[in-house]
């Protein structure tokens, strides 16, 4: 029903930014970002509501901004003041339908930082 198309990882300095993006593809509703670093469980990054409303971890607030064109069903990740421990593969996530609701998945995107 909905596919996730993810972009804009790669490779930045410490201290630098990038910008993600997904592309959802199908009707959706709550959208957001994860990140799972080698060894580690899959932690929310921060999601946006189809009506505006963020939460985002601790540890990125004040650095990290999301943010959604619902004419282009896309959601955006801006990402600043990277550090080395923000290293991780990225994935999009979206929630579409009620009863049930269904969880959807990009299938990542890399993002290393560097000392």
């Known amino acids: 029903q909905v596919q996730l198309v993810e972009s804009g990882g790669g490779l930045v300095q410490a201290g630098g930014s990038l910008r993600l993006s997904c592309a959802a593809f199908?009707?959706?509703?709550?959208m957001g970002w994860y990140r799972q670093a080698p060894g580690k469980q899959r932690d929310l990054v921060a999601t946006i509501t189809s009506g505006g409303s963020t939460d985002y971890a601790d540890s990125v607030k004040g650095r990290f901004t999301i943010s959604r064109d619902n004419a282009k069903n896309t959601v955006y990740l801006q990402m600043n003041s990277l550090k080395p421990e923000d290293t991780a593969v990225y994935y999009c996530?979206?929630?579409?339908?009620?009863?049930?609701?269904?969880?959807?998945w990009g299938k990542g995107t890399l993002v290393t930082v560097s000392s």
């Open positions: 996530y979206a929630k579409a339908g009620l009863r049930p609701a269904i969880n959807y």
């Open positions: 199908g009707s959706i509703n709550t």
